[in-house]
């Protein structure tokens, strides 16, 4: 079972960036995914979440409007597509399976489990 992140780099303010969360050894149409995000020096924080079935979509008060969520679970894929990149926006960015406690619903338990992350610069 895995998760990997994947689509960091280098923006500047007001660009955008599309981050791949690809996983591995279970079936995404069952699972909620999240994304988090650690800036330095921080603790990790939400992001936002889309739901299993319906694909809702959740976003943490920093990014809404910002930032959008999509998926193709044929593809095993989720997709975190960010606009008007600020740089507080910077950190190592991560997905994992989440459950109702983050705002999406989700018809499999949460794994708990964390892959590895993406670092999102976003500088001048």
């Known amino acids: 079972v895995q998760l990997q992140a994947s689509g960091g780099g280098l923006a500047q303010p007001g660009g955008s960036l599309r981050l791949s969360c690809e996983v591995s050894?279970?079936?995404?149409?069952?699972?909620?995914i999240g994304w988090f995000r650690q800036p330095p020096g921080k603790e990790r924080e939400p992001v936002g979440c889309?739901?299993?079935?319906?694909?809702?979509?959740n976003f943490a008060d920093s990014v809404k409007g910002r930032f959008s969520l999509s998926r193709d679970n044929a593809k095993s894929t989720v997709y975190l597509q960010m606009n008007s990149l600020k740089p507080e926006d910077t950190g190592v960015y991560y997905c994992a399976t989440v459950g109702p406690r983050w705002g999406c619903k989700t018809d499999a338990t949460p794994m708990g489990i964390w892959g590895q992350g993406t670092l999102v610069t976003v500088s001048s």
């Open positions: 889309i739901s299993s079935g319906d694909g809702t979509t």
């Open positions: 050894g279970f079936t995404l149409a069952y699972y909620a």
